[in-house]
């Protein structure tokens, strides 16, 4: 029996539905119940909430969550009956290994072109099993059990993607700010990508996004063939076309020689980086171009990726919890809505990474009209002394109205009061600031939702 502390996660959960899928016996608990409990519970799994040492009777191997401190009870009994204690990352590394296996990193727009990538390939006829840090709609789930391929999103966010060995790679961009709790300097966050890029085979291939620098420089470590991709360098290469609403069109050429239009109904110029990157790995594959851009034509979206919830007033969540991402976001929140009022709400995540990126939020919102900050998700840090919300504030009042409210029922409540016709509410962040949009959907938009 295999027992999962932190099952409930978002790379956990899907790790354990392929388990379950090949047949093994498995358990897990997780502090609070929730629809990746209720859908491992309904493929079999021994599903249990709160944290108990008795969860570990038949134990023969315990698998933890980043998130679960080392002094927690299970761990700590584990340890003293000897159970092996292994990380999510090396349970990871073990699946991988069974078979071709297909690795997606980088600090921005991995999960999205993990997604991707997974849909263009299933419907060439590769059927991949998946593992996403999402829930995505094509699979109602973060997890698809195909007996294909592996195509697995990985985490460098505290450096176990040095444990992760893959026969390919894709690489979507390299940012020190997200992890600036783990990473120190730049030097270490490259080394960290750089062993990740030169553990791939030769007989491999390596997917490097040409416009960020430090990424495609990682070709110089790569032994394996590298397909590079962007808009203005590399061997595929996505021109935009035009906007329409949701969804962009794009050209793909392929070494200069035109290949089609691509309408992707994911908005923004880094949703197109992120398709033409699927592409690219599917090409690298042998993937058909015209069944794989028939695919993410289709695509259904991820969960907390540009996820609409009313269509008027606009009310769409994000996952973006850092400058880069929410930029990107309000930039192409603003593309969709050009003469619309913007209602952003954010929650910070995180009291280390707020320490150390705050400054850089001051003009992340320029594409907001209006900003809300609530208190920080501490998700499992405690508090640092000095450490609040109240730092994002101060270093965004000099570029754009804000107020801080810490409470989420306090700032559905204050959102439901200014919230009118044809503006656009956008809550962002990568704790529970989703509730604010379900919230305030649920009295505002009623079934147009």
Request: one cysteine or more; proline letters at 5%.
């Amino acid at each position: 029996m295999i027992h999962f502390v932190g099952i409930g996660g978002a790379g956990m959960c899907g790790l354990a539905e392929i388990l379950l899928s090949e047949g093994r016996k498995l358990s897990g608990c997780d502090l609070r119940w929730g629809r990746p409990l209720e859908r491992l519970a309904a493929l079999g799994a021994r599903v249990l909430v709160g944290h108990d040492p008795a969860h570990l009777e038949g134990c023969e191997l315990l698998v933890v969550s980043r998130a679960v401190p080392p002094t927690q009870e299970e761990i700590v009994w584990a340890r003293r009956l000897g159970i092996p204690v292994w990380p999510r990352a090396r349970m990871l590394a073990e699946l991988l290994r069974a078979r071709f296996s297909l690795g997606v990193a980088g600090t921005h727009g991995k999960t999205t072109t993990t997604a991707l990538t997974a849909t263009a390939l299933a419907a060439a006829g590769y059927d991949p099993c998946v593992l996403v840090g999402a829930e995505v709609r094509e699979f109602c789930s973060h997890a698809r059990a195909g007996k294909g391929p592996v195509v697995a999103e990985v985490d460098e966010s505290d450096g176990s993607l040095r444990e992760v060995a893959v026969n390919a790679a894709v690489v979507t961009s390299m940012d020190l700010s997200d992890h600036a709790d783990h990473y120190r300097t730049w030097s270490q966050l490259q080394q960290t990508f750089a062993s990740f890029i030169r553990a791939v085979p030769s007989e491999g291939f390596v997917v490097l996004c040409g416009e960020i620098p430090e990424v495609a420089a990682l070709a110089e470590v790569s032994r394996a063939r590298v397909f590079r991709y962007g808009f203005g360098t590399g061997e595929v290469r996505a021109r935009i076309l035009g906007r329409k609403g949701l969804q962009v069109t794009f050209a793909v050429t392929v070494e200069g020689r035109e290949q089609g239009e691509v309408r992707l109904p994911l908005p923004g110029a880094h949703n197109v980086l992120n398709a033409t990157g699927a592409l690219a790995a599917g090409l690298a594959l042998g993937a058909p171009f015209e069944l794989m851009v028939q695919a993410l034509e289709r695509f259904q979206g991820i969960s907390r990726r540009f996820e609409v919830h009313c269509s008027d007033p606009l009310v769409v969540d994000d996952y973006a919890h850092n400058p880069v991402k929410v930029r990107a976001f309000l930039r192409a929140l603003r593309e969709v809505k050009p003469d619309a009022r913007i209602l952003a709400v954010f929650q910070p995540h995180r009291y280390s990474r707020t320490a150390t990126t705050y400054a850089q939020f001051a003009q992340a919102f320029d594409d907001a009209d209006e900003l809300v900050v609530t208190e920080i998700y501490p998700a499992d840090e405690p508090p640092i002394p000095g450490v609040s919300a109240q730092l994002i504030v101060w270093a965004v009042q000099p570029y754009r109205p804000v107020v801080w409210i810490p409470d989420l029922e306090g700032v559905a409540e204050y959102v439901r009061g200014r919230l009118r016709s044809g503006d656009v509410l956008a809550t962002m962040g990568a704790g529970d600031v989703w509730k604010v949009a379900r919230w305030v959907t649920e009295s505002l938009c009623g079934e147009k939702g």
